[in-house]
Each structure stands twice: as C-alpha cells, then as structure tokens.
C-alpha cells in the first residue's frame, strides 16, 4: 500500500478536526463552528462515512483530511501527509534513500524474533501477564495454540522492551526501524507495544515481519499493527501463512479471513488452511503470495460487505490465479471465530456451499431485479456485463456471456456483441506489472478519478483539456493536487516538479494505468459526466442532511432560504448532467 492510503486508514477526520475545532454529534455527522471563518452558527460539517467536511458558511467548500490541514496550516500536501504520517505511524521513507540492504534486514528479524520470544515469555510466566492469560482461556486458546502462534503480553510500561533490545545488542536505531519502538518528543523513544496481548507476524519462511496487538479492554482501537518496515508491508502479508502453508498446498484450497482470532480458532479446530488478511480487504499482493501454493481461494466476507468485495476485486483475483475464486458467506454479525466455536459442522457447511465469485454476483444482482422487465434487464446487463469483460480466460468469460444471456432472455451473439463494446482492446494490454499496483490500494482509492486523470496525462490530445473539470471534483487530495499541477504543466518531467515526491508514485501508477484505446474521447466525457454529477450529488445529500437538521433545531429562517437557494442551484446544474447524458446515449446509437 501506499503511504498516502496508509495515512488515509489510519486517520480518523473527526478526531484530526476536533483538535481545531469543538464538534458535537448531529445524526451521522458531526457539526461545529467553522474553523475557517468567524461565525456564530455551526455551519462546518465532517462527514465520518466519506471521511470529508464541508463548510455551507462563506467558505462553502470541503475536501478530505488533506485538504483540512493544508488550509488550516497553511502548508502544501507534502508537508500535510508528512504531518499526519507522523501522527499515524506510519513511515514516509524519502526516494533517495538506498533500498535496506540485506544484513541490515537480518537483523530486522532478529529484533522482531527477540521481542516475540520476550512477549511470549511474559505471556507465560509474569504475574502481570495474568489477565492477558485469562483473555486468551475466556476465549478457549489451549497453550498448544499460545505457544503455536507464539502469542505473548506486552508490559504496561514505556520502556521494557527497549530496555530488553537495547541490553541484547540493539541499537535504538535499528528498533526505530522496526517500528517496535517510536519515537517521541525531544528526541526521546518509547515502546509502540503496552498492555497489549500481542500477535507476531511471520512470513511464509518462519521469521517475525512484525506484530498485532490488541488492548485487554474496551478501548478503542482493539489492535494495533506495526507500521510499515523494510521487513513488513501488511498489505503483502498474511496471518498465519507460516502454520498454513502446508495445509494450504496438501488441501489444495486457502481460506482467507480477516482477523488474529479467526485465524487462531480456525486451526485449532483443525481448519489448518485458513490465514488472515488482518483487517483490510484482501489485495492482489496477497493473493499472489497463496498462488505459489494453490489456485483455489475462498474469502470468507460478512454478509453486508460481501457483494461489494466480490464485485470490486474477485475478477481481479481470479485473473491472477486464472482460476476460481470462491466466496464463503458468513452469518449476519458473526466471525468466522464466532461460527467455528459454535459448531465446526456449520463452518464446513459453508465451505462446502462457497460460490464462485462471479455466481454469486449474478445472485446478488439479480436478486434484486424484476427480470420480467425491459428496464430491470438493462440494469442487469450494465452491471454484470463490465465485470464479465475484466475476465481474461476465455472459456470462463464465455461461460458467463451465456448465462447473462440466458438470465434476462436474449441471444448470445446479442450478448457478445454488447461486450465487444466495452471490452478493452486486448492488443493494447497492460504492462504486465501495473495491475499489481493498483490493486493494493483497494477501498481507498477513487476508480473514477483515477481513470479521469490517467486519460488526461497519456492523451493529451484530448480536445477538451481538462475544462469540464474542476479540482473540486475530486475528492481524494492527492488526485485534486495532481489535475491542478497537470493545468500548468502537461508533461511528466515537469508534472513532477510541480508536486511533492510522496506524491510521484501515485502519479507513476496513473501514467502507466493500463487504458482501453478505443474511444477515448467519449470515455473521457463519460468520466466528467460521471465526476460531476457525484459531485453534484454528494453535495446535495450533504445539504439534504442539514435541512433535515436545521428543521429539527429550528435554523434560522433565512439560513434555511440560504441552503435551499444553494439546493435549487445545484439540482438544476444535476439536471444538465442528466440532459448531457442522454444526449450522448442518443448520439452512440
Ligand atoms: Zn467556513
């Protein structure tokens, strides 16, 4: 992952605004007084859903927690995303510095390995490891599993396991670097570690890459990782490869869940194949790491979540096995730890039911659909048919073109003609690494601004240039700093100039996006459209909220006239997109 997704996961807005700003809960946002402008009514929003805020006061604009501390500091995005890294932990490595070299990552893992064996050692046998003992015997670990997973406690204290390190040879440096120990005011450091039941995390080859851990209480957050490291990038790494590994190559089959605890009660019910993408949604790293084992993966998904995984990445997997992927759905609000405990019989009942990922799309779109109708069809077909173009085995892709048109009732060739349409000219085909890249910023990142933006740099003949555009469209920074330095400057050399380095990678990975080259003209308008009336809408609803909001509170009249004024602007600019697209849809056919 990049480090600007890193910082983007790690922040929460709300808590980086409150520091500015007092906000007080009101329904699903949080309002206060703007801290950009002097008022004397709340008019300055965020927004914890979008992670973004808006002020409808004077200032009228908004952005995400980028753009906050730009305009509150005054200071560029650099120095923003360096600030807040700072704040999250996670560390912004400058582009000159050499790549660590090997002896230096040994005794990475050195450090890692002696700090879970003092983990471990206190877990067993301290008398303040005691409640991290009772923790782990509430939750029905027997100690083959604790020394299996080499679980261990973290002392409540600043400094024991620098103290520990440091007296084996370590010097602070190197325990900087393995993020195990963080640095503080006045140049001081301290352990990142305390009170905390602690999780090593090992590669597939048996060494520590780093840790989770997780609080003995109700306090939030209940886990913390280590940050990035020379050794340890969470989104390459899974739980619990290292005990799976044979499982998985024996089985012939990985379960992929999210959690520590998943992982542990799996195996010790003798679900030994089963490791954790901790946390986050699983990437293409990740899933490359398992295919030098097996070609058949299930992800085990929540219910709520599941559809939206499925259909944002489970192609992608598939294209990286060229084989199946499979979607194990879990009961509503329950863990693979919780159904495992319960009755191992229903977590084989649900592998044994695992769909494919692309069946079990097609269940969940159609499931919502009347497909008797004419509009219900076209639905069905505008959402399965992109995804059954990203398919590259044609024996897979053909499968499922005669399935959608058997499902909403045409012929094939219909069908096929359609995805001839959209299909990206396959001469044209990615160099092969960039998907890669892309795909480990999974949630975060923004598809449609990015395809927007990588138009715009790799055809600069585009007629338009950029003017149905405004930065505001975009809501990721990092995406708005780049259209605003691609208005002055067009070509990369100088585009990079323009813009801080932590910023250059995800340039890179725009410039050498893999693009369709057929129609660009027309996918270019499409995607301004597109930008435009998200916008329009994501303004609309936010001012739909206050409406609401201010009737209940009793706003002042002639605020009320103010947001409604700003509300009947913008739905007529919305009106415009809608006319602007059925124009077009006119002039295609
Ligand atoms: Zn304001």
């Known amino acids: 992952m990049g480090v600007i997704d890193e910082v983007k996961q790690r922040t929460d807005i709300v808590d980086i605004v409150s520091q500015y700003t007092r906000l ?97 050692n206190l877990l067993l046998n301290s008398p303040a490891g ?78 520590v890459i780093g840790f989770g851990a997780r609080v003995l209480d109700d306090s939030l957050p209940k886990y913390v990782n280590s940050p990035q490291t020379p050794v340890f990038d969470k989104s390459s790494s899974l739980y619990g490869i290292n005990l799976a590994a044979a499982a998985i190559r024996q089985q012939n089959v990985a379960v992929i869940v999210e959690g520590y605890m998943d992982v542990i009660t799996a195996h010790q019910n003798g679900f030994n194949n089963v490791v954790a993408s901790m946390g986050t949604s699983v990437t293409e790293k990740q899933v490359s790491i398992l295919k030098r084992l097996t070609k058949n993966i299930a992800l085990a998904l929540d219910a709520d979540t599941a559809g939206e995984e499925a ?144 138009l715009l740099l790799q055809y600069p003949a585009l007629t338009d240039g950029g003017q149905g555009l405004s930065p505001e469209y975009f809501e990721g920074s990092e995406n708005r700093e780049i259209f605003i330095a691609w208005q002055k400057v067009k070509d990369p050399p100088s585009l990079k100039a323009e813009l801080d380095t932590a910023i250059w990678e995800h340039l890179d990975s725009l410039i050498t996006k893999s693009l369709p080259s057929n129609r660009i003209e027309q996918k270019y308008a499409d995607c301004v459209l597109r930008l435009r009336e998200r916008f329009l809408r994501s303004l609309e609803a936010k001012r739909g909220e206050i409406l609401a909001l201010e009737a209940e509170t009793g706003g002042t009249a002639a605020e009320l006239a103010k947001l409604e004024e700003q509300g009947i602007e913008s739905s007529i600019q919305l009106g415009e997109v809608f006319t602007q697209k059925s124009e077009g849809q006119y002039q295609r056919r």
């Open 130 to 207: 005691g409640k991290a003992r009772n923790y782990l015997a509430s939750r029905g670990f027997s100690p083959k599993t604790t020394t299996d997973f080499q679980l261990g406690f973290s002392l409540n204290n600043w400094e024991a396991l620098k103290q520990y390190l440091v007296s084996n040879g370590y010097t602070e440096s190197e325990l900087l670097t393995t993020g195990l120990v963080v640095e503080a005011e006045g140049g001081k450091s301290h352990d990142r570690f305390r009170n905390k039941l602690m999780f090593p995390i090992l590669d597939i080859r048996g060494r």
């Open 24 to 120: 007080t809960k009101a329904g699903r946002t949080f309002r206060g007084l703007c801290p950009f402008h002097s008022e004397k009514n709340p008019s300055f929003f965020v927004y914890p859903e979008q992670q973004s805020w808006h002020c409808f006061g004077a200032c009228n604009t908004g952005g995400d927690v980028f753009s906050f501390i730009m305009k509150k500091e005054g200071i560029d995005f650099g120095d923003a995303l360096r600030r807040l890294a700072e704040k999250a932990g996670v560390t912004i490595s400058s582009r000159s510095e050499p790549e660590a070299g090997k002896k230096e990552r040994e005794r990475l893992y050195q450090a890692n390995q002696a700090a879970a064996q003092y983990f471990h």
């Open 311 to 454: 259909m944002l990445r489970g192609v992608g997997y598939e294209n990286i096995l060229d084989a199946e992927v499979k979607v194990i759905i879990l009961p509503r609000d329950k863990d693979p730890d919780d159904v495992i405990k319960q009755d191992t019989k229903t977590w084989q009942t649900l592998m044994e039911e695992a769909l494919p990922v692309i069946d079990y799309t097609f269940n969940m779109v159609s499931s919502k659909l009347d497909l008797s109708t004419a509009k219900d069809k076209s639905i069905a077909v505008d959402k399965l048919l992109p995804i059954i173009a990203e398919i590259k085995n044609d024996t897979r892709r053909d499968h499922y073109l005669r399935k959608l048109a058997e499902l909403i009732g045409v012929s094939y060739h219909n069908i096929e003609a359609a995805l001839s349409r959209i299909k990206p000219d396959r001469r044209a085909k990615e160099p092969r690494q960039k998907a890669m890249v892309s795909a480990t910023h999974p949630l975060l990142s923004s598809p449609l601004e990015e395809y927007c933006l990588a």
